[in-house]
């Protein structure tokens, strides 16, 4: 708007109103312009809620390709006390006779000679031999491999190394033997080396992640004090020689850091001592040093003065003691191998803690009545069949603590004590004639898995127990009527928006209009504004013909026999009301019968297969169709990842917006000229009104 307006002083009429009543004549076209786009906007929204629909209906047919939708098997057997058995979609629809079962699967156990004769949670050291323990620090690391190699480098941070052949390293869970000096490693084993790089006969994975339990000469730990501490307890335990102990000490004030001198101490058994002077008692079982009044004068002051912050550190230097051993066992996963590293303070319950939990294939059992204990491989089955390989035994233990505290055999060494092996067996059967066995006693054959529970034979039991695998025709029923909901709801939905009364009187409110109604009628306008937007379109009407196409084209191939070849040969037909839009209704007895009848033409009835679009099933053809009605609504809609220059509707919504723009432009040019001629009145009446009165004035003299 340029100029000055003058708003009737000189008229006496109301300028403004009368502009404004001016230009609701001249905005009526643009409301119009902005209906329309108020239309075609809740046209996009109604295409794009059809696409939704269609999406969730080709989600349900991509189950419904699924063969287990149509393969549900029940499984029966004449004693299940003796032999059970489940069935997946792949299984065959068949019998099995199962006339002997000699023997059932067992896994190995092995029983320790001569009960433990130590505290089940005590330490180990000091109750032990000194001879079985050495001295290093156990420490740890985890890696990730950045590329695949033989050779991988490990950065062990300035940490002096030793006693290489007491390692324990896994990769991805599995353990691998330590070799050392000139050794070649093969598929269970890695060679160490002195620097502590690791050599692998095979390639380690990228991204793999190695684990390492090393042995250093000593480790460095530390603790923060305060000026109320009055005990500390370092990681490690067992601790076998301290070579250093000391306080180190730093103060800050107004941001600057000063490094005090550090406060050494000595021990003399288990007293920690400042010179002369005993501050603490140590325990080396536990890492804990506890001290008592003496150390108050050198811990940091109870209220730091003028802001100054204290930083106090008791820092220990030490080694400890150490044992190991190892075991060996034979899974359905390969050999395994684990080496165990202990500290002196660890107890026989953190033992058995660390094997269960250390997926070597061992369940460890201590019992604290007889003080005993036992180990049993976790898998049933005779799996080492080389008897030079641990004499033919599926778990080997090694170590002094093995052998010498658990009081267990080495069964790659010598003889076997009697009655110290319970021996893996296989489950031994006779099935459909045929004598064989498994490692276990749950086992799979054809997609039958079966689960052996009691031996029995010919004596005892003159009926073989029988496996009976047939369909399962109450599920494949539930699916077909499952589906069919599902298609009859996207139908009714499709159906309800080609047949919505359209309103064409109530068009979308302006803005004008919507100050005069009230919410409740606003609502009540929409929703007539709103109705009828895809009356009769023919995106969706083209889908509900394609899509009655694909239900009642017959299915001609091989696989479908000629009596259940088509819907209505199996009981599903189309509902006499063809307002419905051609919902379906089952003859429940017809499809049970059907699935019953001859379940694999029913099964390609549906998900077949084939070069041509008769010789494919009806859920393919329908995913085929509802793919394409898709595509062609989002050309028309979109989706609300598309820009409007990417549909039909959104180019005309640029359009017509640019029809917004240009006719408001227009507008505020008409708005300036009504104010530019009202203006120019208002100051000629004022002229005139001047001028009268000059002549009222002259003519008074």
Known sequence: MSGIRVGGLASGMDIDTLVKDLMKAERMPLDKIKQKKQTLEWQRDDYRAMNTLLLDFRAELTQMKLSTKYRARQVSSSSEAKVTATASSA?????????????????????????????????????TSASLWREGAIKSKTINVSESSTTVSVDYGGDTLKDLDSWSVSVNGKGYKVVTGTATPDENSVLVNSDGSLVFSDAIAKDSEIKIGYIANENTDSR????????????????????????????????????????????????????????????????????????????????PEDGTTYDYKLEMTYSQNYTTFQLDTHTSKGDLHQNYIVAGNESINNIVSKVNSSGVGVTMFFDSQTKRMSMTRTETGDLNKDVSLHNGYEMAGSGALFTDVMNFHDVSTSTIPVGYVTEAKNASFVINGLQTERTSNAFEMSGVTFNLKQTFDETDSPNPVSISVSNDSTSVFDNIVQFVNKY??????????????????????????????????????????????????????????????????????????????????????????????????????????????????????????????????????????????????????????????????????????????????????????????????????????????????????
């Open 224 to 303: 923060s004090v305060s000026h109320d501490t009055t005990s500390v307890t370092f990681s490690q335990g067992s601790i076998k020689n301290v070579s250093e102990l000391k306080l180190t000490r730093t103060s800050t004030k107004d941001g600057n850091t000063t490094t005090l001198s550090d406060v050494n101490f000595s021990l003399a058994g288990d007293k920690v001592m400042y010179g002369t002077t005993e501050v603490g008692t140590f325990n080396s079982e536990t890492g804990s040093i506890t001290f008592n009044d003496a150390m108050k004068t050198h811990l940091p002051p109870e209220t």
């Open 91 to 127: 299984a065959n629809q068949t019998s099995y006779s199962i006339s002997k079962v000699s023997q059932l699967a067992q896994a190995e156990t092995q029983l320790n000679l001569t009960p433990i004769e130590v505290e089940a949670s005590k330490g180990l050291y000091g109750v």
């Open 488 to 701: 009859n709801e996207l139908i009714g939905k499709i159906q309800t928006e080609l047949s919505e009364e359209r309103y064409r009187s109530y068009a979308p409110l302006t803005d004008d209009q919507r100050e005069s109604l009230s919410d409740t009628q606003q609502e009540q306008w929409e929703e007539k504004a709103k109705s009828g937007l895809l009356r009769r379109d023919p995106i969706l009407s083209n889908a509900l013909s394609t899509m009655r196409m694909n239900f009642y084209t017959p299915v001609l191939n091989d696989s479908v026999s000629s009596t259940h070849n088509q819907l209505a040969k199996i009981g599903i037909t189309t509902t006499a009301n063809y307002l419905e839009g051609g919902k379906l209704i089952i003859n429940e007895a017809e499809l049970k019968k059907a699935i019953e009848a001859d379940s694999t033409s029913v099964e390609n009835l549906f998900r077949g297969t084939g070069s041509t679009d008769s010789q494919t099933g009806i859920i393919n053809r329908l995913y085929n169709s509802v793919n394409d009605t898709m595509n062609k609504l989002k050309v028309k809609a979109g989706n609300s990842f598309s820009s409007n220059q990417q549909f039909d509707i959104g180019r005309q919504l640029e359009d017509v917006d640019k029809r917004i723009d240009r006719y408001e432009d227009r507008l505020i040019q008409i708005e300036n000229r009504y104010w530019k001629q009202f203006t120019a009145m208002e100051k000629a009446i004022q002229q005139a009104n001047s001028q009268s009165m000059y002549l009222m004035q002259q003519f008074s003299y």
